[in-house]
């Protein structure tokens, strides 16, 4: 194994100044969480998850390889910096959510999950009743339930209330590189939780992730738009860029949307000769 | 002959000598015990209760974290 890479040294700016994170009794400095599927090769994923500066990064929960030839993604993760968030994605009954649930708290020593009960392999979007029974289950067991769920208001309040630790709508199908397909049911859903929402799947770009921190949400998470990308440690680059950008626009307060032209400098004192 | 048994490991049949424990299979398999997870039955089995001696039939899932979303 190298060494891992160290993170960019970026000065701190202190008109950059945020709140962390908290989910739980989790906090975190980074708003970008990554995923640690798809990537070309191990070192890659490693060098994307520095350049992100992420705090927290997804795994799956699979059937060990019993010929003992693959190597444990856990190497390439420093987990003195990086929290690992085990889902249970590929799960489409609330049983096998359950079970993959309690296999990764046992793996990971953690009780944070990342929900994923999907309805069907053709449109992998989360089976929202199935989502809502898990979210109960898990709770009770003790865990601190993050639900993927689609971008429906009534259902992220219901998975609120059901006791999820915070709630992650969809931006659109996942892998579908779509962007947030529908930003204002975002925007309701953020205005009446007071959970953490997380926008997860769709994101493709940059611009897909500063336009869901100007909705106002509280992270995004992202795995392919990073980990298919030509480039996966720029892209992340670009992406730890995007949030900040989004995150501070939205916490700056943009301007209100207005029918007509403002002028930005002053109308009168002109030389030019009036017009109309 | 030393008695075997026969048990379902990870989705696929696998004779085994017994008695053989938990455990002894993960050392057997070289599968580091702080990586893994074992479910028995459709159960989890907490790493406290590796000592448990397989049966014949027995289901075995042994998971552990690969790459994912």
Redesign the interface.
């Known amino acids: 194994m190298s060494p891992a890479p160290s993170a960019p040294s970026v000065p701190p700016d202190p008109l950059l100044a945020d709140a962390p994170l908290k989910i739980g009794r989790w906090s975190f400095g980074s708003r970008l969480l990554l ?5 070309p090769s191990h070192d890659v ?1 490693r060098a994307a998850h520095v350049a992100a500066a992420t705090e927290c990064v ?7 390889d ?1 010929s ?1 030839r693959e190597k ?3 190497d390439w993760i420093d987990r003195t910096r990086i929290t ?1 968030l ?2 249970t ?1 590929g799960c489409f009954t609330v049983d096998d959510a359950l ?1 993959t649930a ?7 020593l953690s009780e944070l999950v990342k929900l994923e009960v999907l309805s069907d392999p053709q449109t992998l979007l989360p089976d929202p009743i199935a989502t809502l029974e898990a979210t109960k289950q898990l709770v009770k067991e003790g865990f601190v339930v993050l639900p993927y769920c689609s971008d429906d208001p009534i259902l992220a309040r219901r998975l609120e209330e059901a006791g999820a630790a915070a709630v992650m709508p969809l931006g659109s199908p ?2 579908s590189g779509q962007g947030i397909n529908n930003p204002r049911n975002i925007v309701r859903i953020k205005q009446s939780l007071r959970v953490p929402i997380l926008v997860d ?1 769709g994101v493709g770009t940059p611009s897909d992730v500063t336009i869901a921190f100007e909705l106002g949400v509280d992270a995004v ?1 992202l ?2 738009a990073v980990a298919l990308a030509r480039d996966p440690a720029r892209m992340a680059a670009a992406m730890r860029h995007a949030a900040l950008a989004g995150r501070h626009g939205f916490l700056a307060g943009r301007i209100a949307v207005a029918e007509a032209a403002r002028a930005s400098s002053p109308e009168s004192g002109t030389i030019a000769a009036a017009k109309g | 002959m030393p008695p075997t048994i026969t048990i379902e490991l990870n989705g696929a049949p696998k004779s085994l000598p017994a008695p053989l424990s938990v455990a002894a299979l993960l050392a057997e398999l070289k599968l580091p015990a702080e990586r893994i997870a074992v479910e028995l039955n459709r159960d989890l089995l907490p790493r406290d209760r590796f000592a448990r001696e397989l049966a014949d039939g027995d289901r075995l899932e042994i998971v552990t974290f690969v790459g994912g979303g």
């Open positions: 995923g640690t599927g798809k990537y994923m997804t795994v799956a929960v699979r059937r060990v019993l003992g444990s993604l856990l690992l085990p889902n994605a079970r309690r296999l990764g708290r046992e793996a990971g996942i892998g799947a998470l795995n392919s």
